[in-house]
């Protein structure tokens, strides 16, 4: 029986745990403890994602499973959802102790707001802030005069912003802080917020669907079901600087097929909701998605009830749609939960998760017909 009791807490603590580009060790370590228990073999590969094996007839034998071969390649699904968060990089350090940023992922400053955030020294995190400066000024403060709605009119970005961190150059030299060091939202800025039958909170790419693939394996686990193929379920780096993990994996893993689990963006443009049942990606700005396994996507989720909605989106990416662009993958599919504010304060459905763990697992356990149908 679902608990989502449990999903919360597991979701909750995945939101206040630092995972930004290239250092997502912290996210990895909740996913490891709560992945072990529920596969037949578990490991972390060379890009850093961590990866777990279900077998379709058992557990395996040795560890030919956990490389490619010509003979098992077109036997396996990857289903994939992304550990890093977007987050800032320290470019340069003044001598007052300020830093100054640049993105990691696409985002700006007013995606997340001024206010507290967490600078990852190598000895020491230390808590600091974002800021603009102060709103009364003048021309004489050109940087804070241009970003003025009634006057320079120009929207925040990056140079206009620094970070006060209260510390001098060699305390921060002492902590570890230099060019390269991650900026993540602090943790008091991270709290799971109700909105009726809504959450909402920042981060919720990609914790949501880490937390739902983690609830589809365990789910596996305790009925004692197999899938019809062996299934890899892999929880990748630095998928917002490029797909990066995603893409090793799929060049690494047996398999054919590479599935990702992301939030998906709720717009007009796209015929989307926040108030509709999962969506499911007919193409990207990367790729298009597979046919068949937007279909069957599709028909799991009507079966089930959920409403889903088909998109042909835009301006998005995935581990999945990276993968198949860069010729990693031949086929590749998008199952992503409604999202409001995608890449901000992110807003969607209590019952998103559930839906997503429960398509996953259908999904995994009927055979795939179109590559039976090639091998037969």
């Known amino acids: 029986m679902a608990d989502p009791g449990a999903t919360d807490e597991l979701l909750t603590e995945l939101l206040s745990t630092y995972g930004p580009c290239g250092q997502e060790d912290e996210v990895r370590a909740v996913c490891a403890r709560e992945l072990q228990p529920v596969v037949d073999d578990m490991w972390t590969d060379d890009a850093g994602n961590l990866i777990g094996y279900i077998g379709a007839g058992g ?25 890093d968060e977007l987050s800032m990089l320290v470019k340069r350090i003044e001598p007052d102790g300020s830093l100054h940023l640049t993105r990691l992922g696409t985002m700006y400053p007013g ?49 206009h912003v620094y970070v006060f961190t209260g510390r001098t150059g060699d305390e921060l ?115 298009v998605y597979d046919k068949d396994v937007a279909d069957r996507l599709m028909k799991i989720a009507t079966d089930h009830g959920f409403e889903p909605q088909a998109a042909a ?24 939960m409604p999202t409001l504010s995608t890449h901000g304060y992110e807003v969607m459905s209590k019952s998103s998760i559930e839906a997503v763990a429960a398509i996953v697992v259908d999904f995994v356990l009927q055979p795939d017909e179109k590559r039976s149908g090639a091998t037969d």
């Open 59 to 83: 557990p395996p034998d040795g560890t030919a499973h956990r490389h490619r071969s010509t003979a098992g390649q077109s036997s396996a699904t990857r289903v994939m959802a992304h550990m």
């Open 111 to 159: 995606n997340f707001g001024l206010g507290p955030v967490a600078v990852l020294g190598d000895n020491e995190t230390l808590t600091a802030v974002l800021t603009l400066g102060s709103e009364h000024t003048t021309k004489e403060s050109p940087r804070i005069w241009q970003t003025k709605p009634d006057q320079g009119d120009q929207a925040l970005d990056w140079h």
């Open 173 to 287: 030299k002492e902590a570890g802080v230099h060019p390269g060091t991650r900026v993540c939202v602090e943790r008091s800025k991270r709290t799971l917020v109700e909105i009726g039958d809504y959450v909402g909170c920042y981060f919720l790419d990609d914790r949501a669907a880490v937390t739902a693939l983690l609830k589809a394996a365990r789910q596996l686990r305790e009925r004692g079901q197999r899938p019809a193929d062996d299934v890899y379920v892999v929880f990748t780096t630095n998928e917002e600087i490029g797909g990066v993990g995603g893409s090793y994996a799929s060049g690494n893993l047996p398999g054919t097929l590479t599935l990702a689990l992301e939030v998906g963006p709720t717009e007009q443009e796209y015929g989307t909701s926040v108030t509709g049942g999962p969506i499911v990606g007919y193409n990207d700005a990367m790729c």
């Open 313 to 336: 989106l835009g301006a998005f990416m995935s581990d999945a749609s990276h993968s198949k662009a860069n010729g990693l993958t031949p086929r590749a599919g998008l199952l992503c």
